[in-house]
T-cell receptor, first 114, second 115 residues
Framework: DTEVTQTPKHLVMGMTNKKSLKCEQH?????MYWYKQKAKKPPELMFV???????INESVPSRFSPECPNSSLLNLHLHALQPEDSALYLC?????????????FGPGTRLTVL | AQSVAQPEDQVNVAEGNPLTVKCTYS??????LFWYVQYPNRGLQFLLK??????LVKGSYGFEAEFNKSQTSFHLKKPSALVSDSALYFC?????????????FGQGTELSVKP
């Protein structure tokens, strides 16, 4: 299995809702990432997990809460989001977090916050 | 601080012609360079990378990139463009082995290949 899967593909939520995004990979990768991407812009790194431990948090607001239950799964819990949080949320994984490792991206979750 | 520049927002090419998408970088140590492609409503797909060694790197879908240390460039090339190559292309860099997984992306170049 050489892909990263993300669910759901689309999500519409109100500002008071709680929802979660899910990411899964079965490539044995030990680093996993969350990115936020606005239309036609580069992805912005949010979080990095290395060996199931949070290694980078790019000063992301606390309404976004990552979780890595095991080496194959990565979740992003959402609560009290703002309309400006509407974006494509991409998950990625790599064999390790070292600089030479390319990242493999999932198809993303298109999030709309009303 | 490390950075990546893609000087062209858009590149237009006729099908069958060669294409080049430009990328220049600035890093304090040895560069680890990547190219990704993003088709509409999709995630990014890895095309190729330069870590060390041969300056000409071959990647997926017939793409290649040339690393030029003196010009700090890593341009993406393809000898004969296809309409299906139309997409958004991102160059990215990491600086040194201890970057901890963070990729620095360029702003992206939209490639349009017309029949």
């Amino acid at each position: 299995d050489t892909e990263v899967t993300q669910t759901p593909k689309h999500l519409v939520m109100g500002m008071t809702n709680k929802k979660s995004l899910k990411c899964e990979q079965h490539m044995g990768h030990r680093a996993m990432y969350w990115y936020k991407q606005k239309a036609k812009k580069p992805p912005e790194l949010m979080f990095v997990y290395s060996y199931e431990k949070l290694s980078i948090n790019e000063s992301v607001p606390s309404r976004f809460s990552p979780e890595c239950p095991n080496s194959s799964l990565l979740n992003l819990h959402l609560h009290a989001l703002q309309p400006e949080d509407s974006a494509l949320y991409l998950c990625a994984s790599s064999q390790g977090s070292g600089s030479g490792n390319e990242q493999f991206f999932g198809p993303g979750t298109r999030l709309t916050v009303l | 601080a490390q950075s990546v520049a893609q000087p062209e927002d858009q590149v237009n090419v006729a099908e069958g012609n060669p294409l080049t998408v430009k990328c220049t970088y600035s890093v304090s140590g040895n560069p680890y360079l990547f190219w990704y492609v993003q088709y509409p409503n999709r995630g990014l797909q890895f095309l190729l990378k330069y870590i060390t060694g041969d300056n000409l790197v071959k990647g997926s879908y017939g793409f290649e990139a040339e690393f030029n240390k003196s010009q700090t460039s890593f341009h993406l090339k393809k000898p004969s463009a296809l309409v299906s190559d139309s997409a958004l292309y991102f160059c990215a860099v990491r600086d040194s082995p201890n970057q901890g997984g963070k990729l620095i992306f360029g702003q992206g170049t939209e490639l349009s290949v017309k029949p």
